[in-house]
């Protein structure tokens, strides 16, 4: 069969619950290198910001990112309410920020660090970020703990060869072009 044919499988998600874990899954997701982004988003639900690995490009044609947030956390909501992200990427200089934006720090106390602009969506950019996304959520599928949010990109920004700070098990490691 061509490899761009569809394939014909079951995931059955009994024979998954049965072999994975939750913690299984984390402690092998930890070993997947992933981007460090700081999330953003302003509007009617007010502002929240977090620090998130599950960020990915879906298509280029319209420009759209996959996002995914917690839909246990009161930022999950204001994602939803405000419906406008900014996926800030970070290198190692934004790192004490990216921790601030990862813990249980106040939102006002997160937004209190870092320069930030105010993007065409409404969302936060982050000054300096080495790439920022400034998005319109324009679906949303909730799985399990978390919304995945489809984000049609409205403008970008860049500071090309720059250092990109990668999250890989459990500690942050700085990439340089």
């Known amino acids: 069969m061509p490899p761009d044919e569809p394939r014909n499988v079951d ?12 913690e299984q899954f984390r402690q ?3 070993l997947l290198p992933a981007a460090v982004n700081i999330v953003t988003s302003d509007g009617p639900g007010g502002r929240a910001g977090l620090t998130a690995s599950a960020v990915c490009s879906v298509t280029d044609a319209p420009p759209t990112l996959l996002v995914c947030v917690n839909a246990l956390r009161s930022t999950g ?21 990216a ?17 930030w602009r105010t993007g065409r969506s409404g969302a936060p950019v982050l000054t300096g ?12 599928k909730t ?22 700070s990668v999250y890989f098990a459990r500690r942050f490691h700085a990439l340089t072009p």
């Not at 009994?14 to 874990?21: D, I, L, P, R």
């Not at 405000?82 to 996926?87: G, H, R």
């Not at 970020?129 to 949303?140: G, R």
């Open 11 to 22: 995931p059955s998600p009994a024979a998954t619950a049965e072999t994975v874990t939750a």
């Open 28 to 30: 092998t997701m930890a």
């Open 77 to 97: 909501d204001a994602f939803l309410a405000n419906k406008a992200l900014c996926v800030n990427t970070i290198g190692p200089e934004h790192e004490d920020l």
């Open 99 to 115: 921790r601030l934006f990862g813990g249980r720090t106040p939102p006002e106390e997160r937004f209190a660090a870092g320069d």
């Open 129 to 140: 970020a080495l790439a920022s996304f400034d998005c319109q959520v324009d679906e949303v």
């Open 143 to 164: 799985v399990g703990t978390h919304h995945v949010l489809f984000c049609r990109v409205l403008e970008v920004a860049a500071l090309p060869g720059g250092q990109a």
